[in-house]
């Protein structure tokens, strides 16, 4: 193997933020050699790196971080110089219906994470990075005013976020007890290409585009702060390069919508692309039973990320949903292959009887 400056694991590389993030890092630092590791859940789709996969500087292995002895053998196979955690069971609503498997990819998995790391990284931290990507969900929820700081405290509500919250904790708890030199970052909802749809807007692009009723929960009146996926990505290499160790990071698109709202313009942008009239796609929407414990508002206070880094968000939203919508309509091979089999299972179980 050629001799490459760095190494770097990225765990979840297959997923929806991963794929971006791998893209992004094995383009960008040919210098680097990239080792994605995934288990390839549902979640994960390795098709959706084949234009990087040959790649001299790009290697995938698939392993379950939740596995202690497959990570030991990785670890003592490559020396890694950093890692950029994301794997994770990411969706809320299987969080409420399964939550063991959040408890073993999200907690478990970090954890074996961070020891692999420590065992392997024990004579010499300097120069070693742990960056930990995790959510603003860990914060809980907003009421009508304010927003999520650094220092706001930890107050997460489902079975997802409190997982994710757990694991924060850890990550810390390593940076005191053993000096391990750890970066968190905790983020607002991303959109964009690659999203698995069972998410909002892949969700109901495809409902949309299928004239499948599009299910709002409750009163469709709550807020999230979105995100252009590539900015997040942007916003995780400045972080892992320039941030000091120990520091967390929120980011976010100073960017809040209802949810009807979003779908609202969500509807029109897919009129249009359908060359429907307007007004047809939101004749769909159809109110149903609400998330339990559905938190009400989430909005990123990002200033921090924004001074010490000079980092900002690239798009508007409306551009970004457009150009959003238009990967969907022109990959539907993706959109078809992902929404075969199993999904249509997971479908039936979550909204049948809503
Ligand atoms: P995703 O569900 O699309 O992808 C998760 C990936 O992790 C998949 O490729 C899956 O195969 C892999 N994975 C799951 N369990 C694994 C295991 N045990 N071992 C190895 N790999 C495993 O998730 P995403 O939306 O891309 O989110 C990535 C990370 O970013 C997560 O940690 C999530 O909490 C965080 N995050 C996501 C958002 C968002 O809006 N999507 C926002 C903030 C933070
Ligand atoms: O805030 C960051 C988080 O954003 C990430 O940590 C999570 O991994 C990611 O899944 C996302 O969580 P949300 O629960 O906010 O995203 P979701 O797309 O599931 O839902 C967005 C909003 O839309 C939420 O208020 C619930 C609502 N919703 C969602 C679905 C799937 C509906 O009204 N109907 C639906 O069918």
Redesign the pocket.
């Known amino acids: 193997m050629k001799n490459f400056e760095k190494t770097i694991l990225i765990?979840?590389?297959?997923?929806?933020?991963?794929?971006h993030l791998v893209k992004h890092m094995v383009r960008k630092y040919p210098q680097y050699f990239i080792v994605n590791?995934?288990?390839?859940?549902?979640?994960?789709?390795l098709q959706n790196l084949d234009d990087i996969a040959g790649s001299p500087n790009y290697h995938f292995v698939k392993?379950?971080?939740?596995?202690s002895n497959f990570l030991h053998q990785l670890f003592t196979q490559y020396t890694f110089d950093g890692v950029m955690?994301?794997?994770?069971?990411?969706?809320v609503d299987r969080s409420i219906a399964s939550p063991m498997?959040f408890i073993?990819?999200?907690i478990i998995?970090t954890v074996n994470l961070l020891n692999a790391c420590k065992n392997a990284w024990q004579d010499n931290f300097s120069d070693k990075i742990f960056y930990h990507?995790?959510?603003?969900?860990v914060y809980g929820t907003l009421g009508d005013t304010g927003l999520f700081e650094e220092t706001t405290a930890y107050d997460p509500r489902s079975p997802?976020s409190a997982s994710?919250a757990s694991s924060d904790h850890l990550v810390r708890a390593y940076f005191h007890t053993y000096g391990l030199p750890v970066k968190i970052?905790?983020?607002?909802?991303?959109?964009g290409p690659?999203?698995?749809p069972e998410?909002l807007i892949p969700l109901f692009i495809h409902n949309i585009k299928q004239n499948k009723p599009l299910p709002v929960y409750g009163d469709g009146k709550y807020t999230r702060d979105w995100?252009w996926?590539e900015d997040?990505v942007r916003a995780i290499d400045l972080i892992y390069h320039q941030a000091a160790v120990g520091k967390t990071y929120n980011?976010g698109g100073f960017n809040e919508w209802q949810n009807i709202d979003l779908i609202k313009t969500l509807c029109n942008i897919m009129d249009a692309k359908l060359q429907r009239p307007a007004g047809s796609s939101e004749q769909l929407i159809t109110y149903v039973k609400d998330r339990a414990g559905h938190d009400r508002r989430y909005a990123i206070d990002a200033t921090k990320l924004q001074k010490d880094l000079g980092w900002s968000p690239s798009l508007q939203f409306k551009e970004g949903l457009e150009k959003t919508v238009d990967w969907y309509l022109t990959n539907q091979n993706w959109l078809e292959e992902i929404t075969s089999g199993a999904y249509q299972s997971y479908y039936e179980q979550q909204y049948s009887h809503r």
Do not use: R
Request: proline share 0%; glycine share 12%; net charge negative.
């Open positions: 765990t979840g590389g297959a997923g929806f933020i991963g794929t590791l995934d288990k390839l859940t549902y979640a994960g789709n392993g379950d971080i939740v596995d955690h994301l794997a994770a069971e990411s969706h498997d073993h990819t999200n998995g990507v995790s959510t603003d969900e997802y994710k970052s905790n983020c607002s909802n991303n959109y690659y999203q698995f998410k995100l996926v997040h980011i």
